[in-house]
């Protein structure tokens, strides 16, 4: 009976040590305010909640307000510093490589792959860079213009004859079938399988409880990617037996880079990358658009100033039937605002991790080594104190500002070298698909669905407009 009491006793003082230290974890120095939650889920499942605002996320604005904006918390079993303090956030974008390294949970990393660009550092990270550049970069980016108004104008033309269409799911396709197209030479038309299709199921289930058992969104994410990835895989070694004799996609460029002797490049990093870039690139951006028609419907004065730039871009033209010039496209002033605003309001990424490499002292507080840093976006962009009025939309407000760079205020499409290589890619589209909307149609909203916010993602759900021509 002793024995089983002495036993009990230490099993409950182990408990509790082992619970006081999870909630009291060890730091030379002092550690930002905040709760470390329930031992091994931390506060994970606060943190997954939905959103159903266009403010701050509730998880992030409570804890805010009751610790400041430098906070302690955990996260799928990890030690997290959120910040939502723009010094701080900037702080950490500057000192990547030195004091931070980029870094994402093991459920980010099985969903996205462990060589994702997003998970590599140093030389290989700055390599994957300059080989994306070939394609989006300056001189990519005016060979692609024209493509990129066509895909747009086809596409409203077919929009225009329908009863109405869903422009969440309607500008996601068109920009993935012209992004594949870009990075693969894939045509749905011509294709015995559905590349997109996969994605869907996998971003249906990316911003879900990782749960890998079937019947989970969990489980049915990590499916669509295996799928996808195997299309990806069998499209490249397809490639590499067949090499066309004339390169003419980015499949072309990584082919040869993988054969070049003493390459660093494997086929695993490859396919990551490829699966990478279709996801951000269409993804993102047709989250972006529906946002930014759905702002243009509800103010018809941004919309009326919006249309005039556009228009006088047509006016100013010899031939008002050519197509967008370089030229043009740098002169849509209004319309970069315009994509900016709406880029600070969608939120398209709130949360943007790191990982600490050394102990770090900011201000008062130690970061410890190894410790998570999430930076808070969306607290930056709706900051009150920076933005007046920040639920407002109001491209004007950007006149003043350099809107072509990240700052401690704008970090929508991310800071420091790991600065969004894909941002000039995603203004070309928005912009060129307005251009061609605002000089050519107008609409009538159907149904106005609704926006579900998540820690992850946002999703404008059933937001259905009917498109009609106008008359010249």
């Known amino acids: 009976m002793w024995a089983l009491f002495i036993w009990v006793s230490l099993l409950l003082i182990t408990i509790t040590h082992w619970v ?3 909630r009291n974890p060890k730091c030379r120095g002092k550690l930002p305010p ?28 409570q804890r805010v307000k009751k610790h400041g904006p430098i906070f302690k918390t955990n996260l799928v079993g990890r030690p997290v510093i959120v910040s939502a303090d723009p010094d701080l956030s900037y702080f950490v974008f500057q000192q990547e490589g030195r004091c931070f390294q980029s870094w994402y949970p093991d459920t980010f990393t099985n969903i996205f792959g462990k060589k994702n660009v997003g998970s590599l550092h140093g030389f290989m990270y700055k390599y994957l860079k300059s080989m994306v550049l070939t394609l989006f970069g300056y001189d990519g980016l005016k060979k692609m213009l024209p493509q990129v108004e066509m895909t747009a104008n086809k596409r409203l033309e077919l929009w225009s004859n329908q009863e109405s269409v869903e422009l969440k799911d309607a500008t996601a396709s068109m920009i993935f ?16 399988e559905n590349l997109r299709a996969n994605f869907v199921a996998f971003i249906q289930g990316l911003i879900s409880f990782p749960f890998n058992i079937p019947g989970t969104a969990y489980h049915k994410c990590l499916k669509g ?30 082919i040869e880079e993988i ?8 086929e695993e990093i490859a396919l990551d990358l490829m699966f990478v870039l279709l996801f951000a690139s269409f993804e993102t951006t047709s989250l972006a658009l529906t946002l930014a028609i759905k702002f243009l419907s509800d ?15 047509l006016r100013n033209r010899e031939d008002a039937e050519s197509g967008l010039t370089w030229e043009e496209y740098k002169s849509m002033t209004y319309t970069f605002q315009f994509i900016n605003e709406t880029a600070r309001l969608a939120n398209i990424v709130p949360a943007i991790f790191r990982k600490a490499l050394i102990d770090i002292k900011y201000k008062d507080y130690i970061i410890p080594a190894g ?9 930056v962009h709706l900051n009150p104190e920076k933005y007046e009025d920040p639920l407002v939309f109001n491209p004007s407000r950007w006149e003043e500002s350099n809107s072509n760079n990240a700052s401690k205020h704008f970090m929508a499409f991310g800071g420091g070298m790991r600065f ?9 589209q928005m912009a060129v698909f307005l251009h061609s909307l605002v000089t050519k149609y107008r609409w009538e909203e159907i149904k106005g669905g609704n926006i579900l916010r998540t820690p992850g993602l946002q999703f404008p759900n059933g937001y259905h407009v009917k498109l009609h021509k106008k008359i010249a």
């Open 20 to 22: 006081y230290s999870w």
């Open 34 to 61: 905040g709760s470390m939650g329930f031992p091994l889920l931390g506060e994970t499942i606060q943190f997954f909640k939905p959103n159903p605002t266009s403010d701050i996320p509730p998880f992030i604005k």
């Open 177 to 192: 079938d012209l992004t594949a197209k870009k990075l693969i030479s894939h045509d749905p038309d011509k294709s015995s």
């Open 225 to 254: 990617r295996e799928n996808a990835m195997k299309m990806l895989r069998n499209m490249l070694q397809e490639r590499r037996k067949k090499p066309r004799k004339n390169p003419s996609d980015f499949f072309d460029y990584v």
């Open 259 to 266: 054969q070049k002797e003493g390459t660093i490049l494997t």
């Open 299 to 313: 103010d018809p004065e941004v919309l009326k100033r919006l249309t005039e730039e556009h228009e006088t871009i």
């Open 371 to 379: 410790w998570a840093v999430m930076v808070c976006p969306p607290a």
């Open 420 to 428: 969004c290589v894909g941002t000039d890619f995603t203004k070309l």
